[in-house]
């Protein structure tokens, strides 16, 4: 097995020793051979360099997205609790608002049985069919003219 190049020419193949280069031609190719171990050990050395700040980088990213995960899950939290206080809150005004209703139909039967009695006397005698008339409450009032239900809000 020859550490030398081959070398054709019109008249066959050359073989080429390392014995058969002279020693300045010897000591440039181990200078050269030297040369490119350096630098293919200096091109590894900056590929694993570079692979090395790669893995900092995504390792860098990934604690970023697992601190951002947690603020994000927090203020998810936060806000299923906003919901459930605020659902409850409708849940109450719900409540408030046909427990109000209920009352304000009762007060526009009570508005509405006053207006008809006071409709129904006649006026010579309102005076006096009006003084006799009760209201809910077992009191005597007199009234002059029909109650509006806006008014009393």
């Not at 440039?28 to 590894?44: F, I, L, P, Y």
């Not at 009762?106 to 409709?119: D, H, P, R, V």
Request: aromatic fraction near 6%.
């Amino acid at each position: 097995m020859s550490s030398g190049t081959s070398f054709e020419s019109s008249q066959g193949i050359r073989s080429f020793r390392s014995e058969d280069y002279s020693p300045d031609l010897r000591a440039q190719m181990e200078k050269r051979r030297k040369r490119r171990k350096e630098s293919n050990r200096e091109s590894a050395r900056r590929s694993r360099l570079r692979k090395q700040q790669h893995l900092d980088d995504l390792s860098s990213q990934v604690d970023q997205l697992k601190n951002q995960k947690q603020q994000l899950s927090m203020a998810v939290s936060i806000t299923t609790q906003n919901l459930v206080a605020v659902e409850a809150q409708n849940s109450v005004m719900r409540t408030q608002m046909v427990e109000l209703e209920s009352r304000l139909r009762a007060l526009g039967e009570i508005i509405y049985c006053m207006n008809s009695i006071t409709n129904a006397t006649n006026p010579a005698t309102m005076g006096i069919a009006a003084s006799s008339a009760c209201d809910i409450f077992g009191t005597s009032s007199t009234w002059s003219q029909p109650i509006d239900l806006y008014q009393c809000f």
